[in-house]
């Protein structure tokens, strides 16, 4: 063959996945000839497997053939049946403890101080928090007089980003599962890059008080707006505007200091997965990853769904029995809410995942994974809680990109990395977002939503070490406002929606 046409992940593997397009009749690998068209990203047979035998990319069982399969055949999602969810209950922890990390190149970056402590900022943003969604109507007319009236006169302000939200009134406050939305919304109000501001703007007979949001040293008039207080509009623009203002010249007043990176905390995250994820994108961010940690920073990653199929293998990096059984209480958890809400983890894979190639969950947990890298994980998180170590830790969220994303900012990101393949504008306005593609037909298509992309590993003309250096160093130049991603210059932020397992009454 002239050119290498497939890529295979583990000697135990009997598929590959199509570089590109894979014409019938093709020569795909030595002596596999593509019985049909193969779709880039798809897989090919390597070897005749039986009915009921066993599929293998990553060296894992994605499932079992639902017909005989011939060499050379295209396997797609229809063909495959789901193994066994893994048992939580006899999983091995630590017994796959990394210790030689990549070196990083640098240890330091530019940030803001926080005045709480813990992580530092990479933006200096007023947030201003809400307790329920009634007042948002209020809030955004008051958020663009400030940015046309305001934001000009105190240029060292980033901007300023509304917590609006769908909580707080209409729910069962104080049913169990209340607190994981309550957390959520508790934690985004001392953000890391809100720079210790607190501004608070509620209606006043809502659920959730301003007592459930707020430490009590924090609630005073200086911080909290009460609408249903004040004689009209007008007076509820006043008010806000005027309690604005304060905050931002204080904010004005930050700048940027040099802070180890052990002051940075990273969120990881992908979405729009393709079969490629697993092998360019996501491994070059776990090797950007591993440096951050080798260099003392926080780095988070997520997603409950598309780890549970290769949960052991996070296990065995748990650095002890009581993180691994943390581990084992949240999939347990999840498992639980899915059954709840009658599905299961077949659900989650989209109808672009399966158009990229990934033809189960299995595939796309295998692939997902690979963005935490080799460290070792020092703690594992419920949704929206904060950590209180350094280093690799496994924060369990929904895998809904919008939904996840809130829960890792109120976990304390204060950066993400964000790993695509079909492509997604996705943003979050209270941190920025760095977009990686794991193809480089995606980046060629969107050049200017894109920051980078790992697809020459897939070609051969880089390693996964090379991407994940320049990774690197893209993260510690964005967080120290020397390089702003495209969905920050374009201001491309999603929704808040923040995660409420809890009834809606």
Not at 80 to 89: I, R
Not at 248 to 274: F, H, V, W, Y
Request: glycine letters at 10%; hydrophobic letters at 40%; a negative charge.
């Amino acid at each position: 063959m002239s050119q290498k046409r497939v890529i295979k992940i583990s000697d135990r593997d009997n598929v590959a996945i199509a570089i590109h397009e894979i014409p019938a009749g093709t020569e795909a690998a030595d002596g596999v000839f593509a019985n049909q068209n193969i779709p880039q990203g798809h897989k090919i047979a390597l070897c005749d497997i039986p009915e009921g035998g066993e599929i293998r990319r990553y060296g894992v069982v994605l499932g079992y053939a639902l017909s005989g399969i011939k060499k050379g055949d295209w396997i797609n999602e229809h063909m495959l049946q789901l193994p066994v969810l893994p048992e939580l209950d006899d999983m091995a922890f630590g017994t796959n403890l990394v210790s030689d990390l990549p070196q990083a190149p640098v240890k330091t970056f530019e940030g803001y101080r926080n005045p709480d402590g813990g992580y530092a900022g990479t933006r200096n943003i007023l947030g201003i928090s809400t307790t329920v969604q009634c007042v948002t109507g209020v809030l955004n007319v008051a958020v663009k007089r400030m940015r046309e009236e305001l934001l000009p006169k105190y240029p060292n302000v980033d901007g300023i980003v509304p917590i609006n939200h769908a909580y707080g009134c209409g729910v069962a406050i104080n049913a169990p599962e209340a607190r994981v939305p309550i957390r959520a919304l508790r934690n985004l109000v001392r953000h890391p890059n809100f720079g210790g501001e607190v501004m608070v703007v509620a209606l006043g007979c809502e659920k959730l008080t301003v007592e459930m949001l707020l430490d009590s040293g924090d609630i005073k008039a200086e911080n909290v707006i009460v609408l249903q207080d004040k004689s009209g509009f007008q007076a509820m623009m006043d008010a806000i505007m005027e309690m604005a203002e304060q905050k931002l010249k204080r904010l004005n007043a930050r700048k940027r200091e040099t802070l180890p990176l052990s002051d940075l905390c990273i969120g990881m995250q992908c979405g729009g997965s393709d079969a490629f994820s697993g092998v360019t994108a996501n491994p070059s961010a776990g090797y950007a990853a591993d440096l951050l940690v080798q260099a003392g920073a926080t780095v988070l990653f997520s997603e409950v769904t598309e780890v549970r199929d290769g949960v052991h293998l996070i296990a065995e990096r748990c650095i002890d029995d009581s993180v691994g059984k943390k581990l084992a209480d949240e999939m347990k958890w999840y498992d639980r809410y899915l059954e709840n809400g009658g599905v299961d983890r077949s659900a989650n894979p989209t109808p672009g995942n399966k158009k990229g190639g990934l033809s189960n969950i299995v595939e796309k947990a295998m692939g997902s994974i690979a963005k935490s890298g080799k460290s070792p994980i020092v703690e594992v998180l419920s949704p929206a809680e904060r950590p209180t170590k350094h280093g690799m830790i496994y924060a369990a969220t929904p895998a809904s990109d919008i939904v996840c994303g809130p829960c890792q900012l109120a976990s304390g990101i204060t950066l993400q990395v964000f790993m695509t393949g079909r492509g997604t504008p996705y943003g979050l306005a209270a941190a920025p977002v760095v977009k990686v593609c794991s193809r480089n037909d995606l980046k060629d298509m969107w050049k200017d939503l894109i920051d980078l992309s790992a697809g020459d590993i897939a070609v051969g003309n880089a390693t996964i070490p090379e991407v994940g250096t320049r990774l690197f160093h893209m993260i510690v130049d964005t967080a120290s406002g020397t390089y702003k991603p495209w969905a920050e210059v374009y201001g491309l932020h999603n929704d808040l929606c923040i995660f409420n397992p809890a009834p809606i009454t």
